[in-house]
């Protein structure tokens, strides 16, 4: 079973601090995104979070069944976030 | 090993005690939870006048709960021994400190299942004659004594999931992800350190979390561990029958 | 009394840790899936209040600090990367490489605890408490449920590090090692959601 490597995990860390780092931006500038800054938002926070499930936790390398589970775990997060959040701001007006 | 003592009286009473496990809960659901009032818990922001007509209303049926509720809660004890005996055969390198901090601790979650019930039954025999405030805090009493005394529940359910987790059968008394869920359930208790400061929400004693997340992960737990436990007899009855053939 | 201690030896089986694909996977992960799942029925109890009180939890978000969220998810994900670097050291039984690495994870990691108390003293000195309003109370109680395990993360660290330095790291405790990271990574993951929860989805 191969494993992460730490060049691997360096790399996956380099990506999350941008992603980290960039969705923020984004956020103080919504002026670039509009109304989808939020979405943006959300699915860089899924990218982030399935990058620590699939490298740092090493699902990638473990049996189908768990990945699936987890990476549920995050779709349906991030779908019920935004899902309301969107619900939300169209009830507003 | 006592080799004087065969199989039929060692595990004579074993299963009998680990069948109270699903005897208490049923009883306790029916008992505590139904009758009692208990499923959901009356909100904490009724007013006191709210939870005083309940009472005025509804002593009989909150007298016999929680006489049965007092009756059936000692039947964790017996449950809990089922379990103690399991663990003891877990691992024969480990020692008994984990298997009696879960006798300990499940055979004293017995007291506030029963001493919450009695405040409830306190505020159901006079009713009539308390005041509003008086009954609100009885029913209070019982909630804040049931909910917040959790880490004598806990540390029965950590140490099963410790002591499951040191088996070295190929294939496990208790399932690793059984172990896990006990460690898991025991701990999250902890939210229920909020509980005191709200009388609304998600975090009341009657939110969606505190009161049925909660509950329901402590009696999905009695069900897992009592599962485990009756198939836990038949194989240790096996391994203690090849050890006596070799003695 | 039959005592089980005193039983001749268990004829006991190996355990066959290779047997099926399933028995590889810690199970470590039942717990965190669990809690996970626990944290996402907060993720929504919070989008429910929120969606019934839309202006003040966008007033309410506005006044957390975005830099120190910032920081906080910075600071995990480095202490994420670092216990990475312990676990990989541990699997080829470098022992001093693992305790140096677990215990960089565990400093990083305080960082975390430090810009916590910094928040939470400031938001206090400002007279919000978790019962000023809805928001701030999920602020309080998901950050806070978050710094529990963040600090029963931190125990384990702890513990893990003073372990390696008594025993193999890739004998037994190698396991126990897998176990407190993937643990510390259930921390860092659950923050990654919960720093654009707060602090970031009442922007205009």
């Known amino acids: 079973m191969n494993h992460t490597t730490p060049a691997q995990a360096l790399c996956v860390w380099f990506l999350l601090v941008v992603a980290t780092l960039g969705g923020t931006w984004l956020a103080e500038h919504h002026g670039l995104a509009g109304r989808w800054t939020v979405a943006v938002i959300l699915l860089l926070a899924a990218f982030k979070v399935r990058l ?41 007006g | 090993m006592n080799t004087n003592m065969s199989n039929a009286a060692y595990f004579k009473y074993w299963r009998a005690c680990a069948a109270m496990g699903p005897v208490f ?22 007013t006191a006048e709210q939870m005083a007509e309940h009472f005025r209303t509804n002593y009989n049926e909150v007298r016999a709960g929680m006489a049965g509720a007092m009756l059936f809660g000692v039947l964790y004890l017996p449950w809990t021994l089922a379990i103690t005996k399991v663990m003891e055969w877990i691992n024969p390198n480990e020692n008994n400190m984990v298997s009696t901090l879960q006798m300990w601790g499940g055979g004293l979650t017995v007291v506030p299942l029963v001493t919450s019930s009695v405040f409830w039954l306190t505020a159901a025999y006079r009713p009539d004659v308390l005041d509003a405030v008086t009954l609100q805090m009885l029913y209070d009493q019982g909630w804040l004594l049931i909910d917040m005394f959790y880490a004598i529940t806990t540390i029965p359910m950590v140490a099963i999931g410790i002591a499951g987790l040191t088996d070295q059968r190929k294939q496990p008394l208790f399932p690793r992800w059984a172990c896990w869920y006990s460690i898991w359930a025991g701990l999250s208790f902890l939210f229920e350190l909020l509980m005191p400061f709200f009388k609304s929400g998600l975090f009341a004693r009657q939110g969606w979390l505190n009161f049925w997340v909660e509950f329901i992960v402590w009696f999905a737990y009695i069900v897992i561990v009592t599962y485990y436990v009756f198939k836990a007899i038949p194989r240790l009855e096996q391994e203690r029958s090849a050890l006596l053939a070799k003695a | 009394m039959a005592d089980p201690s005193s039983l001749p030896a268990l004829a006991t089986e190996p355990t066959d840790v290779t047997e099926t694909p399933e028995a590889r996977v810690p199970g470590v992960l039942v717990f965190i899936l669990a809690d996970m799942i626990v944290f996402a029925m907060l993720f929504t109890g919070f989008m429910v209040e929120r969606s019934g009180q839309l202006a003040l939890f966008d007033q309410s978000s506005a006044t957390l600090d975005v830099w120190l969220g910032i920081l906080n998810t910075l600071i995990l994900i480095t202490s994420g990367l670092f216990v990475v670097f312990a676990v990989n050291a541990a699997r080829q039984g470098r022992t001093r490489a693992t305790r140096g690495w677990l215990l960089a994870t565990f400093v990083v990691g305080a960082g975390f605890g430090v810009t916590k108390m910094v928040e939470y003293s400031a938001k206090i000195e400002h007279g919000i408490t978790m019962h000023t309003n809805d928001f701030y109370m999920f602020y309080y109680a998901l950050t806070g449920a978050h710094f529990l395990h963040f600090l029963g993360g931190m125990l384990a660290l702890a513990v893990l590090w003073f372990m390696a330095g008594r025993q193999k790291v890739d004998g037994p405790l190698f396991g126990l090692i897998e176990s407190g990271a993937l643990y510390w990574h259930m921390v860092d993951l659950l923050w990654i959601v919960i720093f654009p929860l707060l602090y970031l989805l009442g922007t205009r």
Request: hydrophobic share 55%.
């Open chain 1, 52 to 92: 620590v499930m699939i490298h740092f936790m090493e699902l990638g390398k473990a049996p189908w069944r768990w990945r699936a589970t987890f990476q549920t775990w995050i779709v349906v997060v991030c779908s019920l976030i935004g899902g309301m959040y969107f619900v939300a701001l169209s009830g507003q």
């Open chain 2, 25 to 46: 809960l049923t009883a306790f659901i029916v008992c505590w939870g139904v009758l009692g009032y208990n499923i959901p818990p009356i909100p904490a922001d009724f």
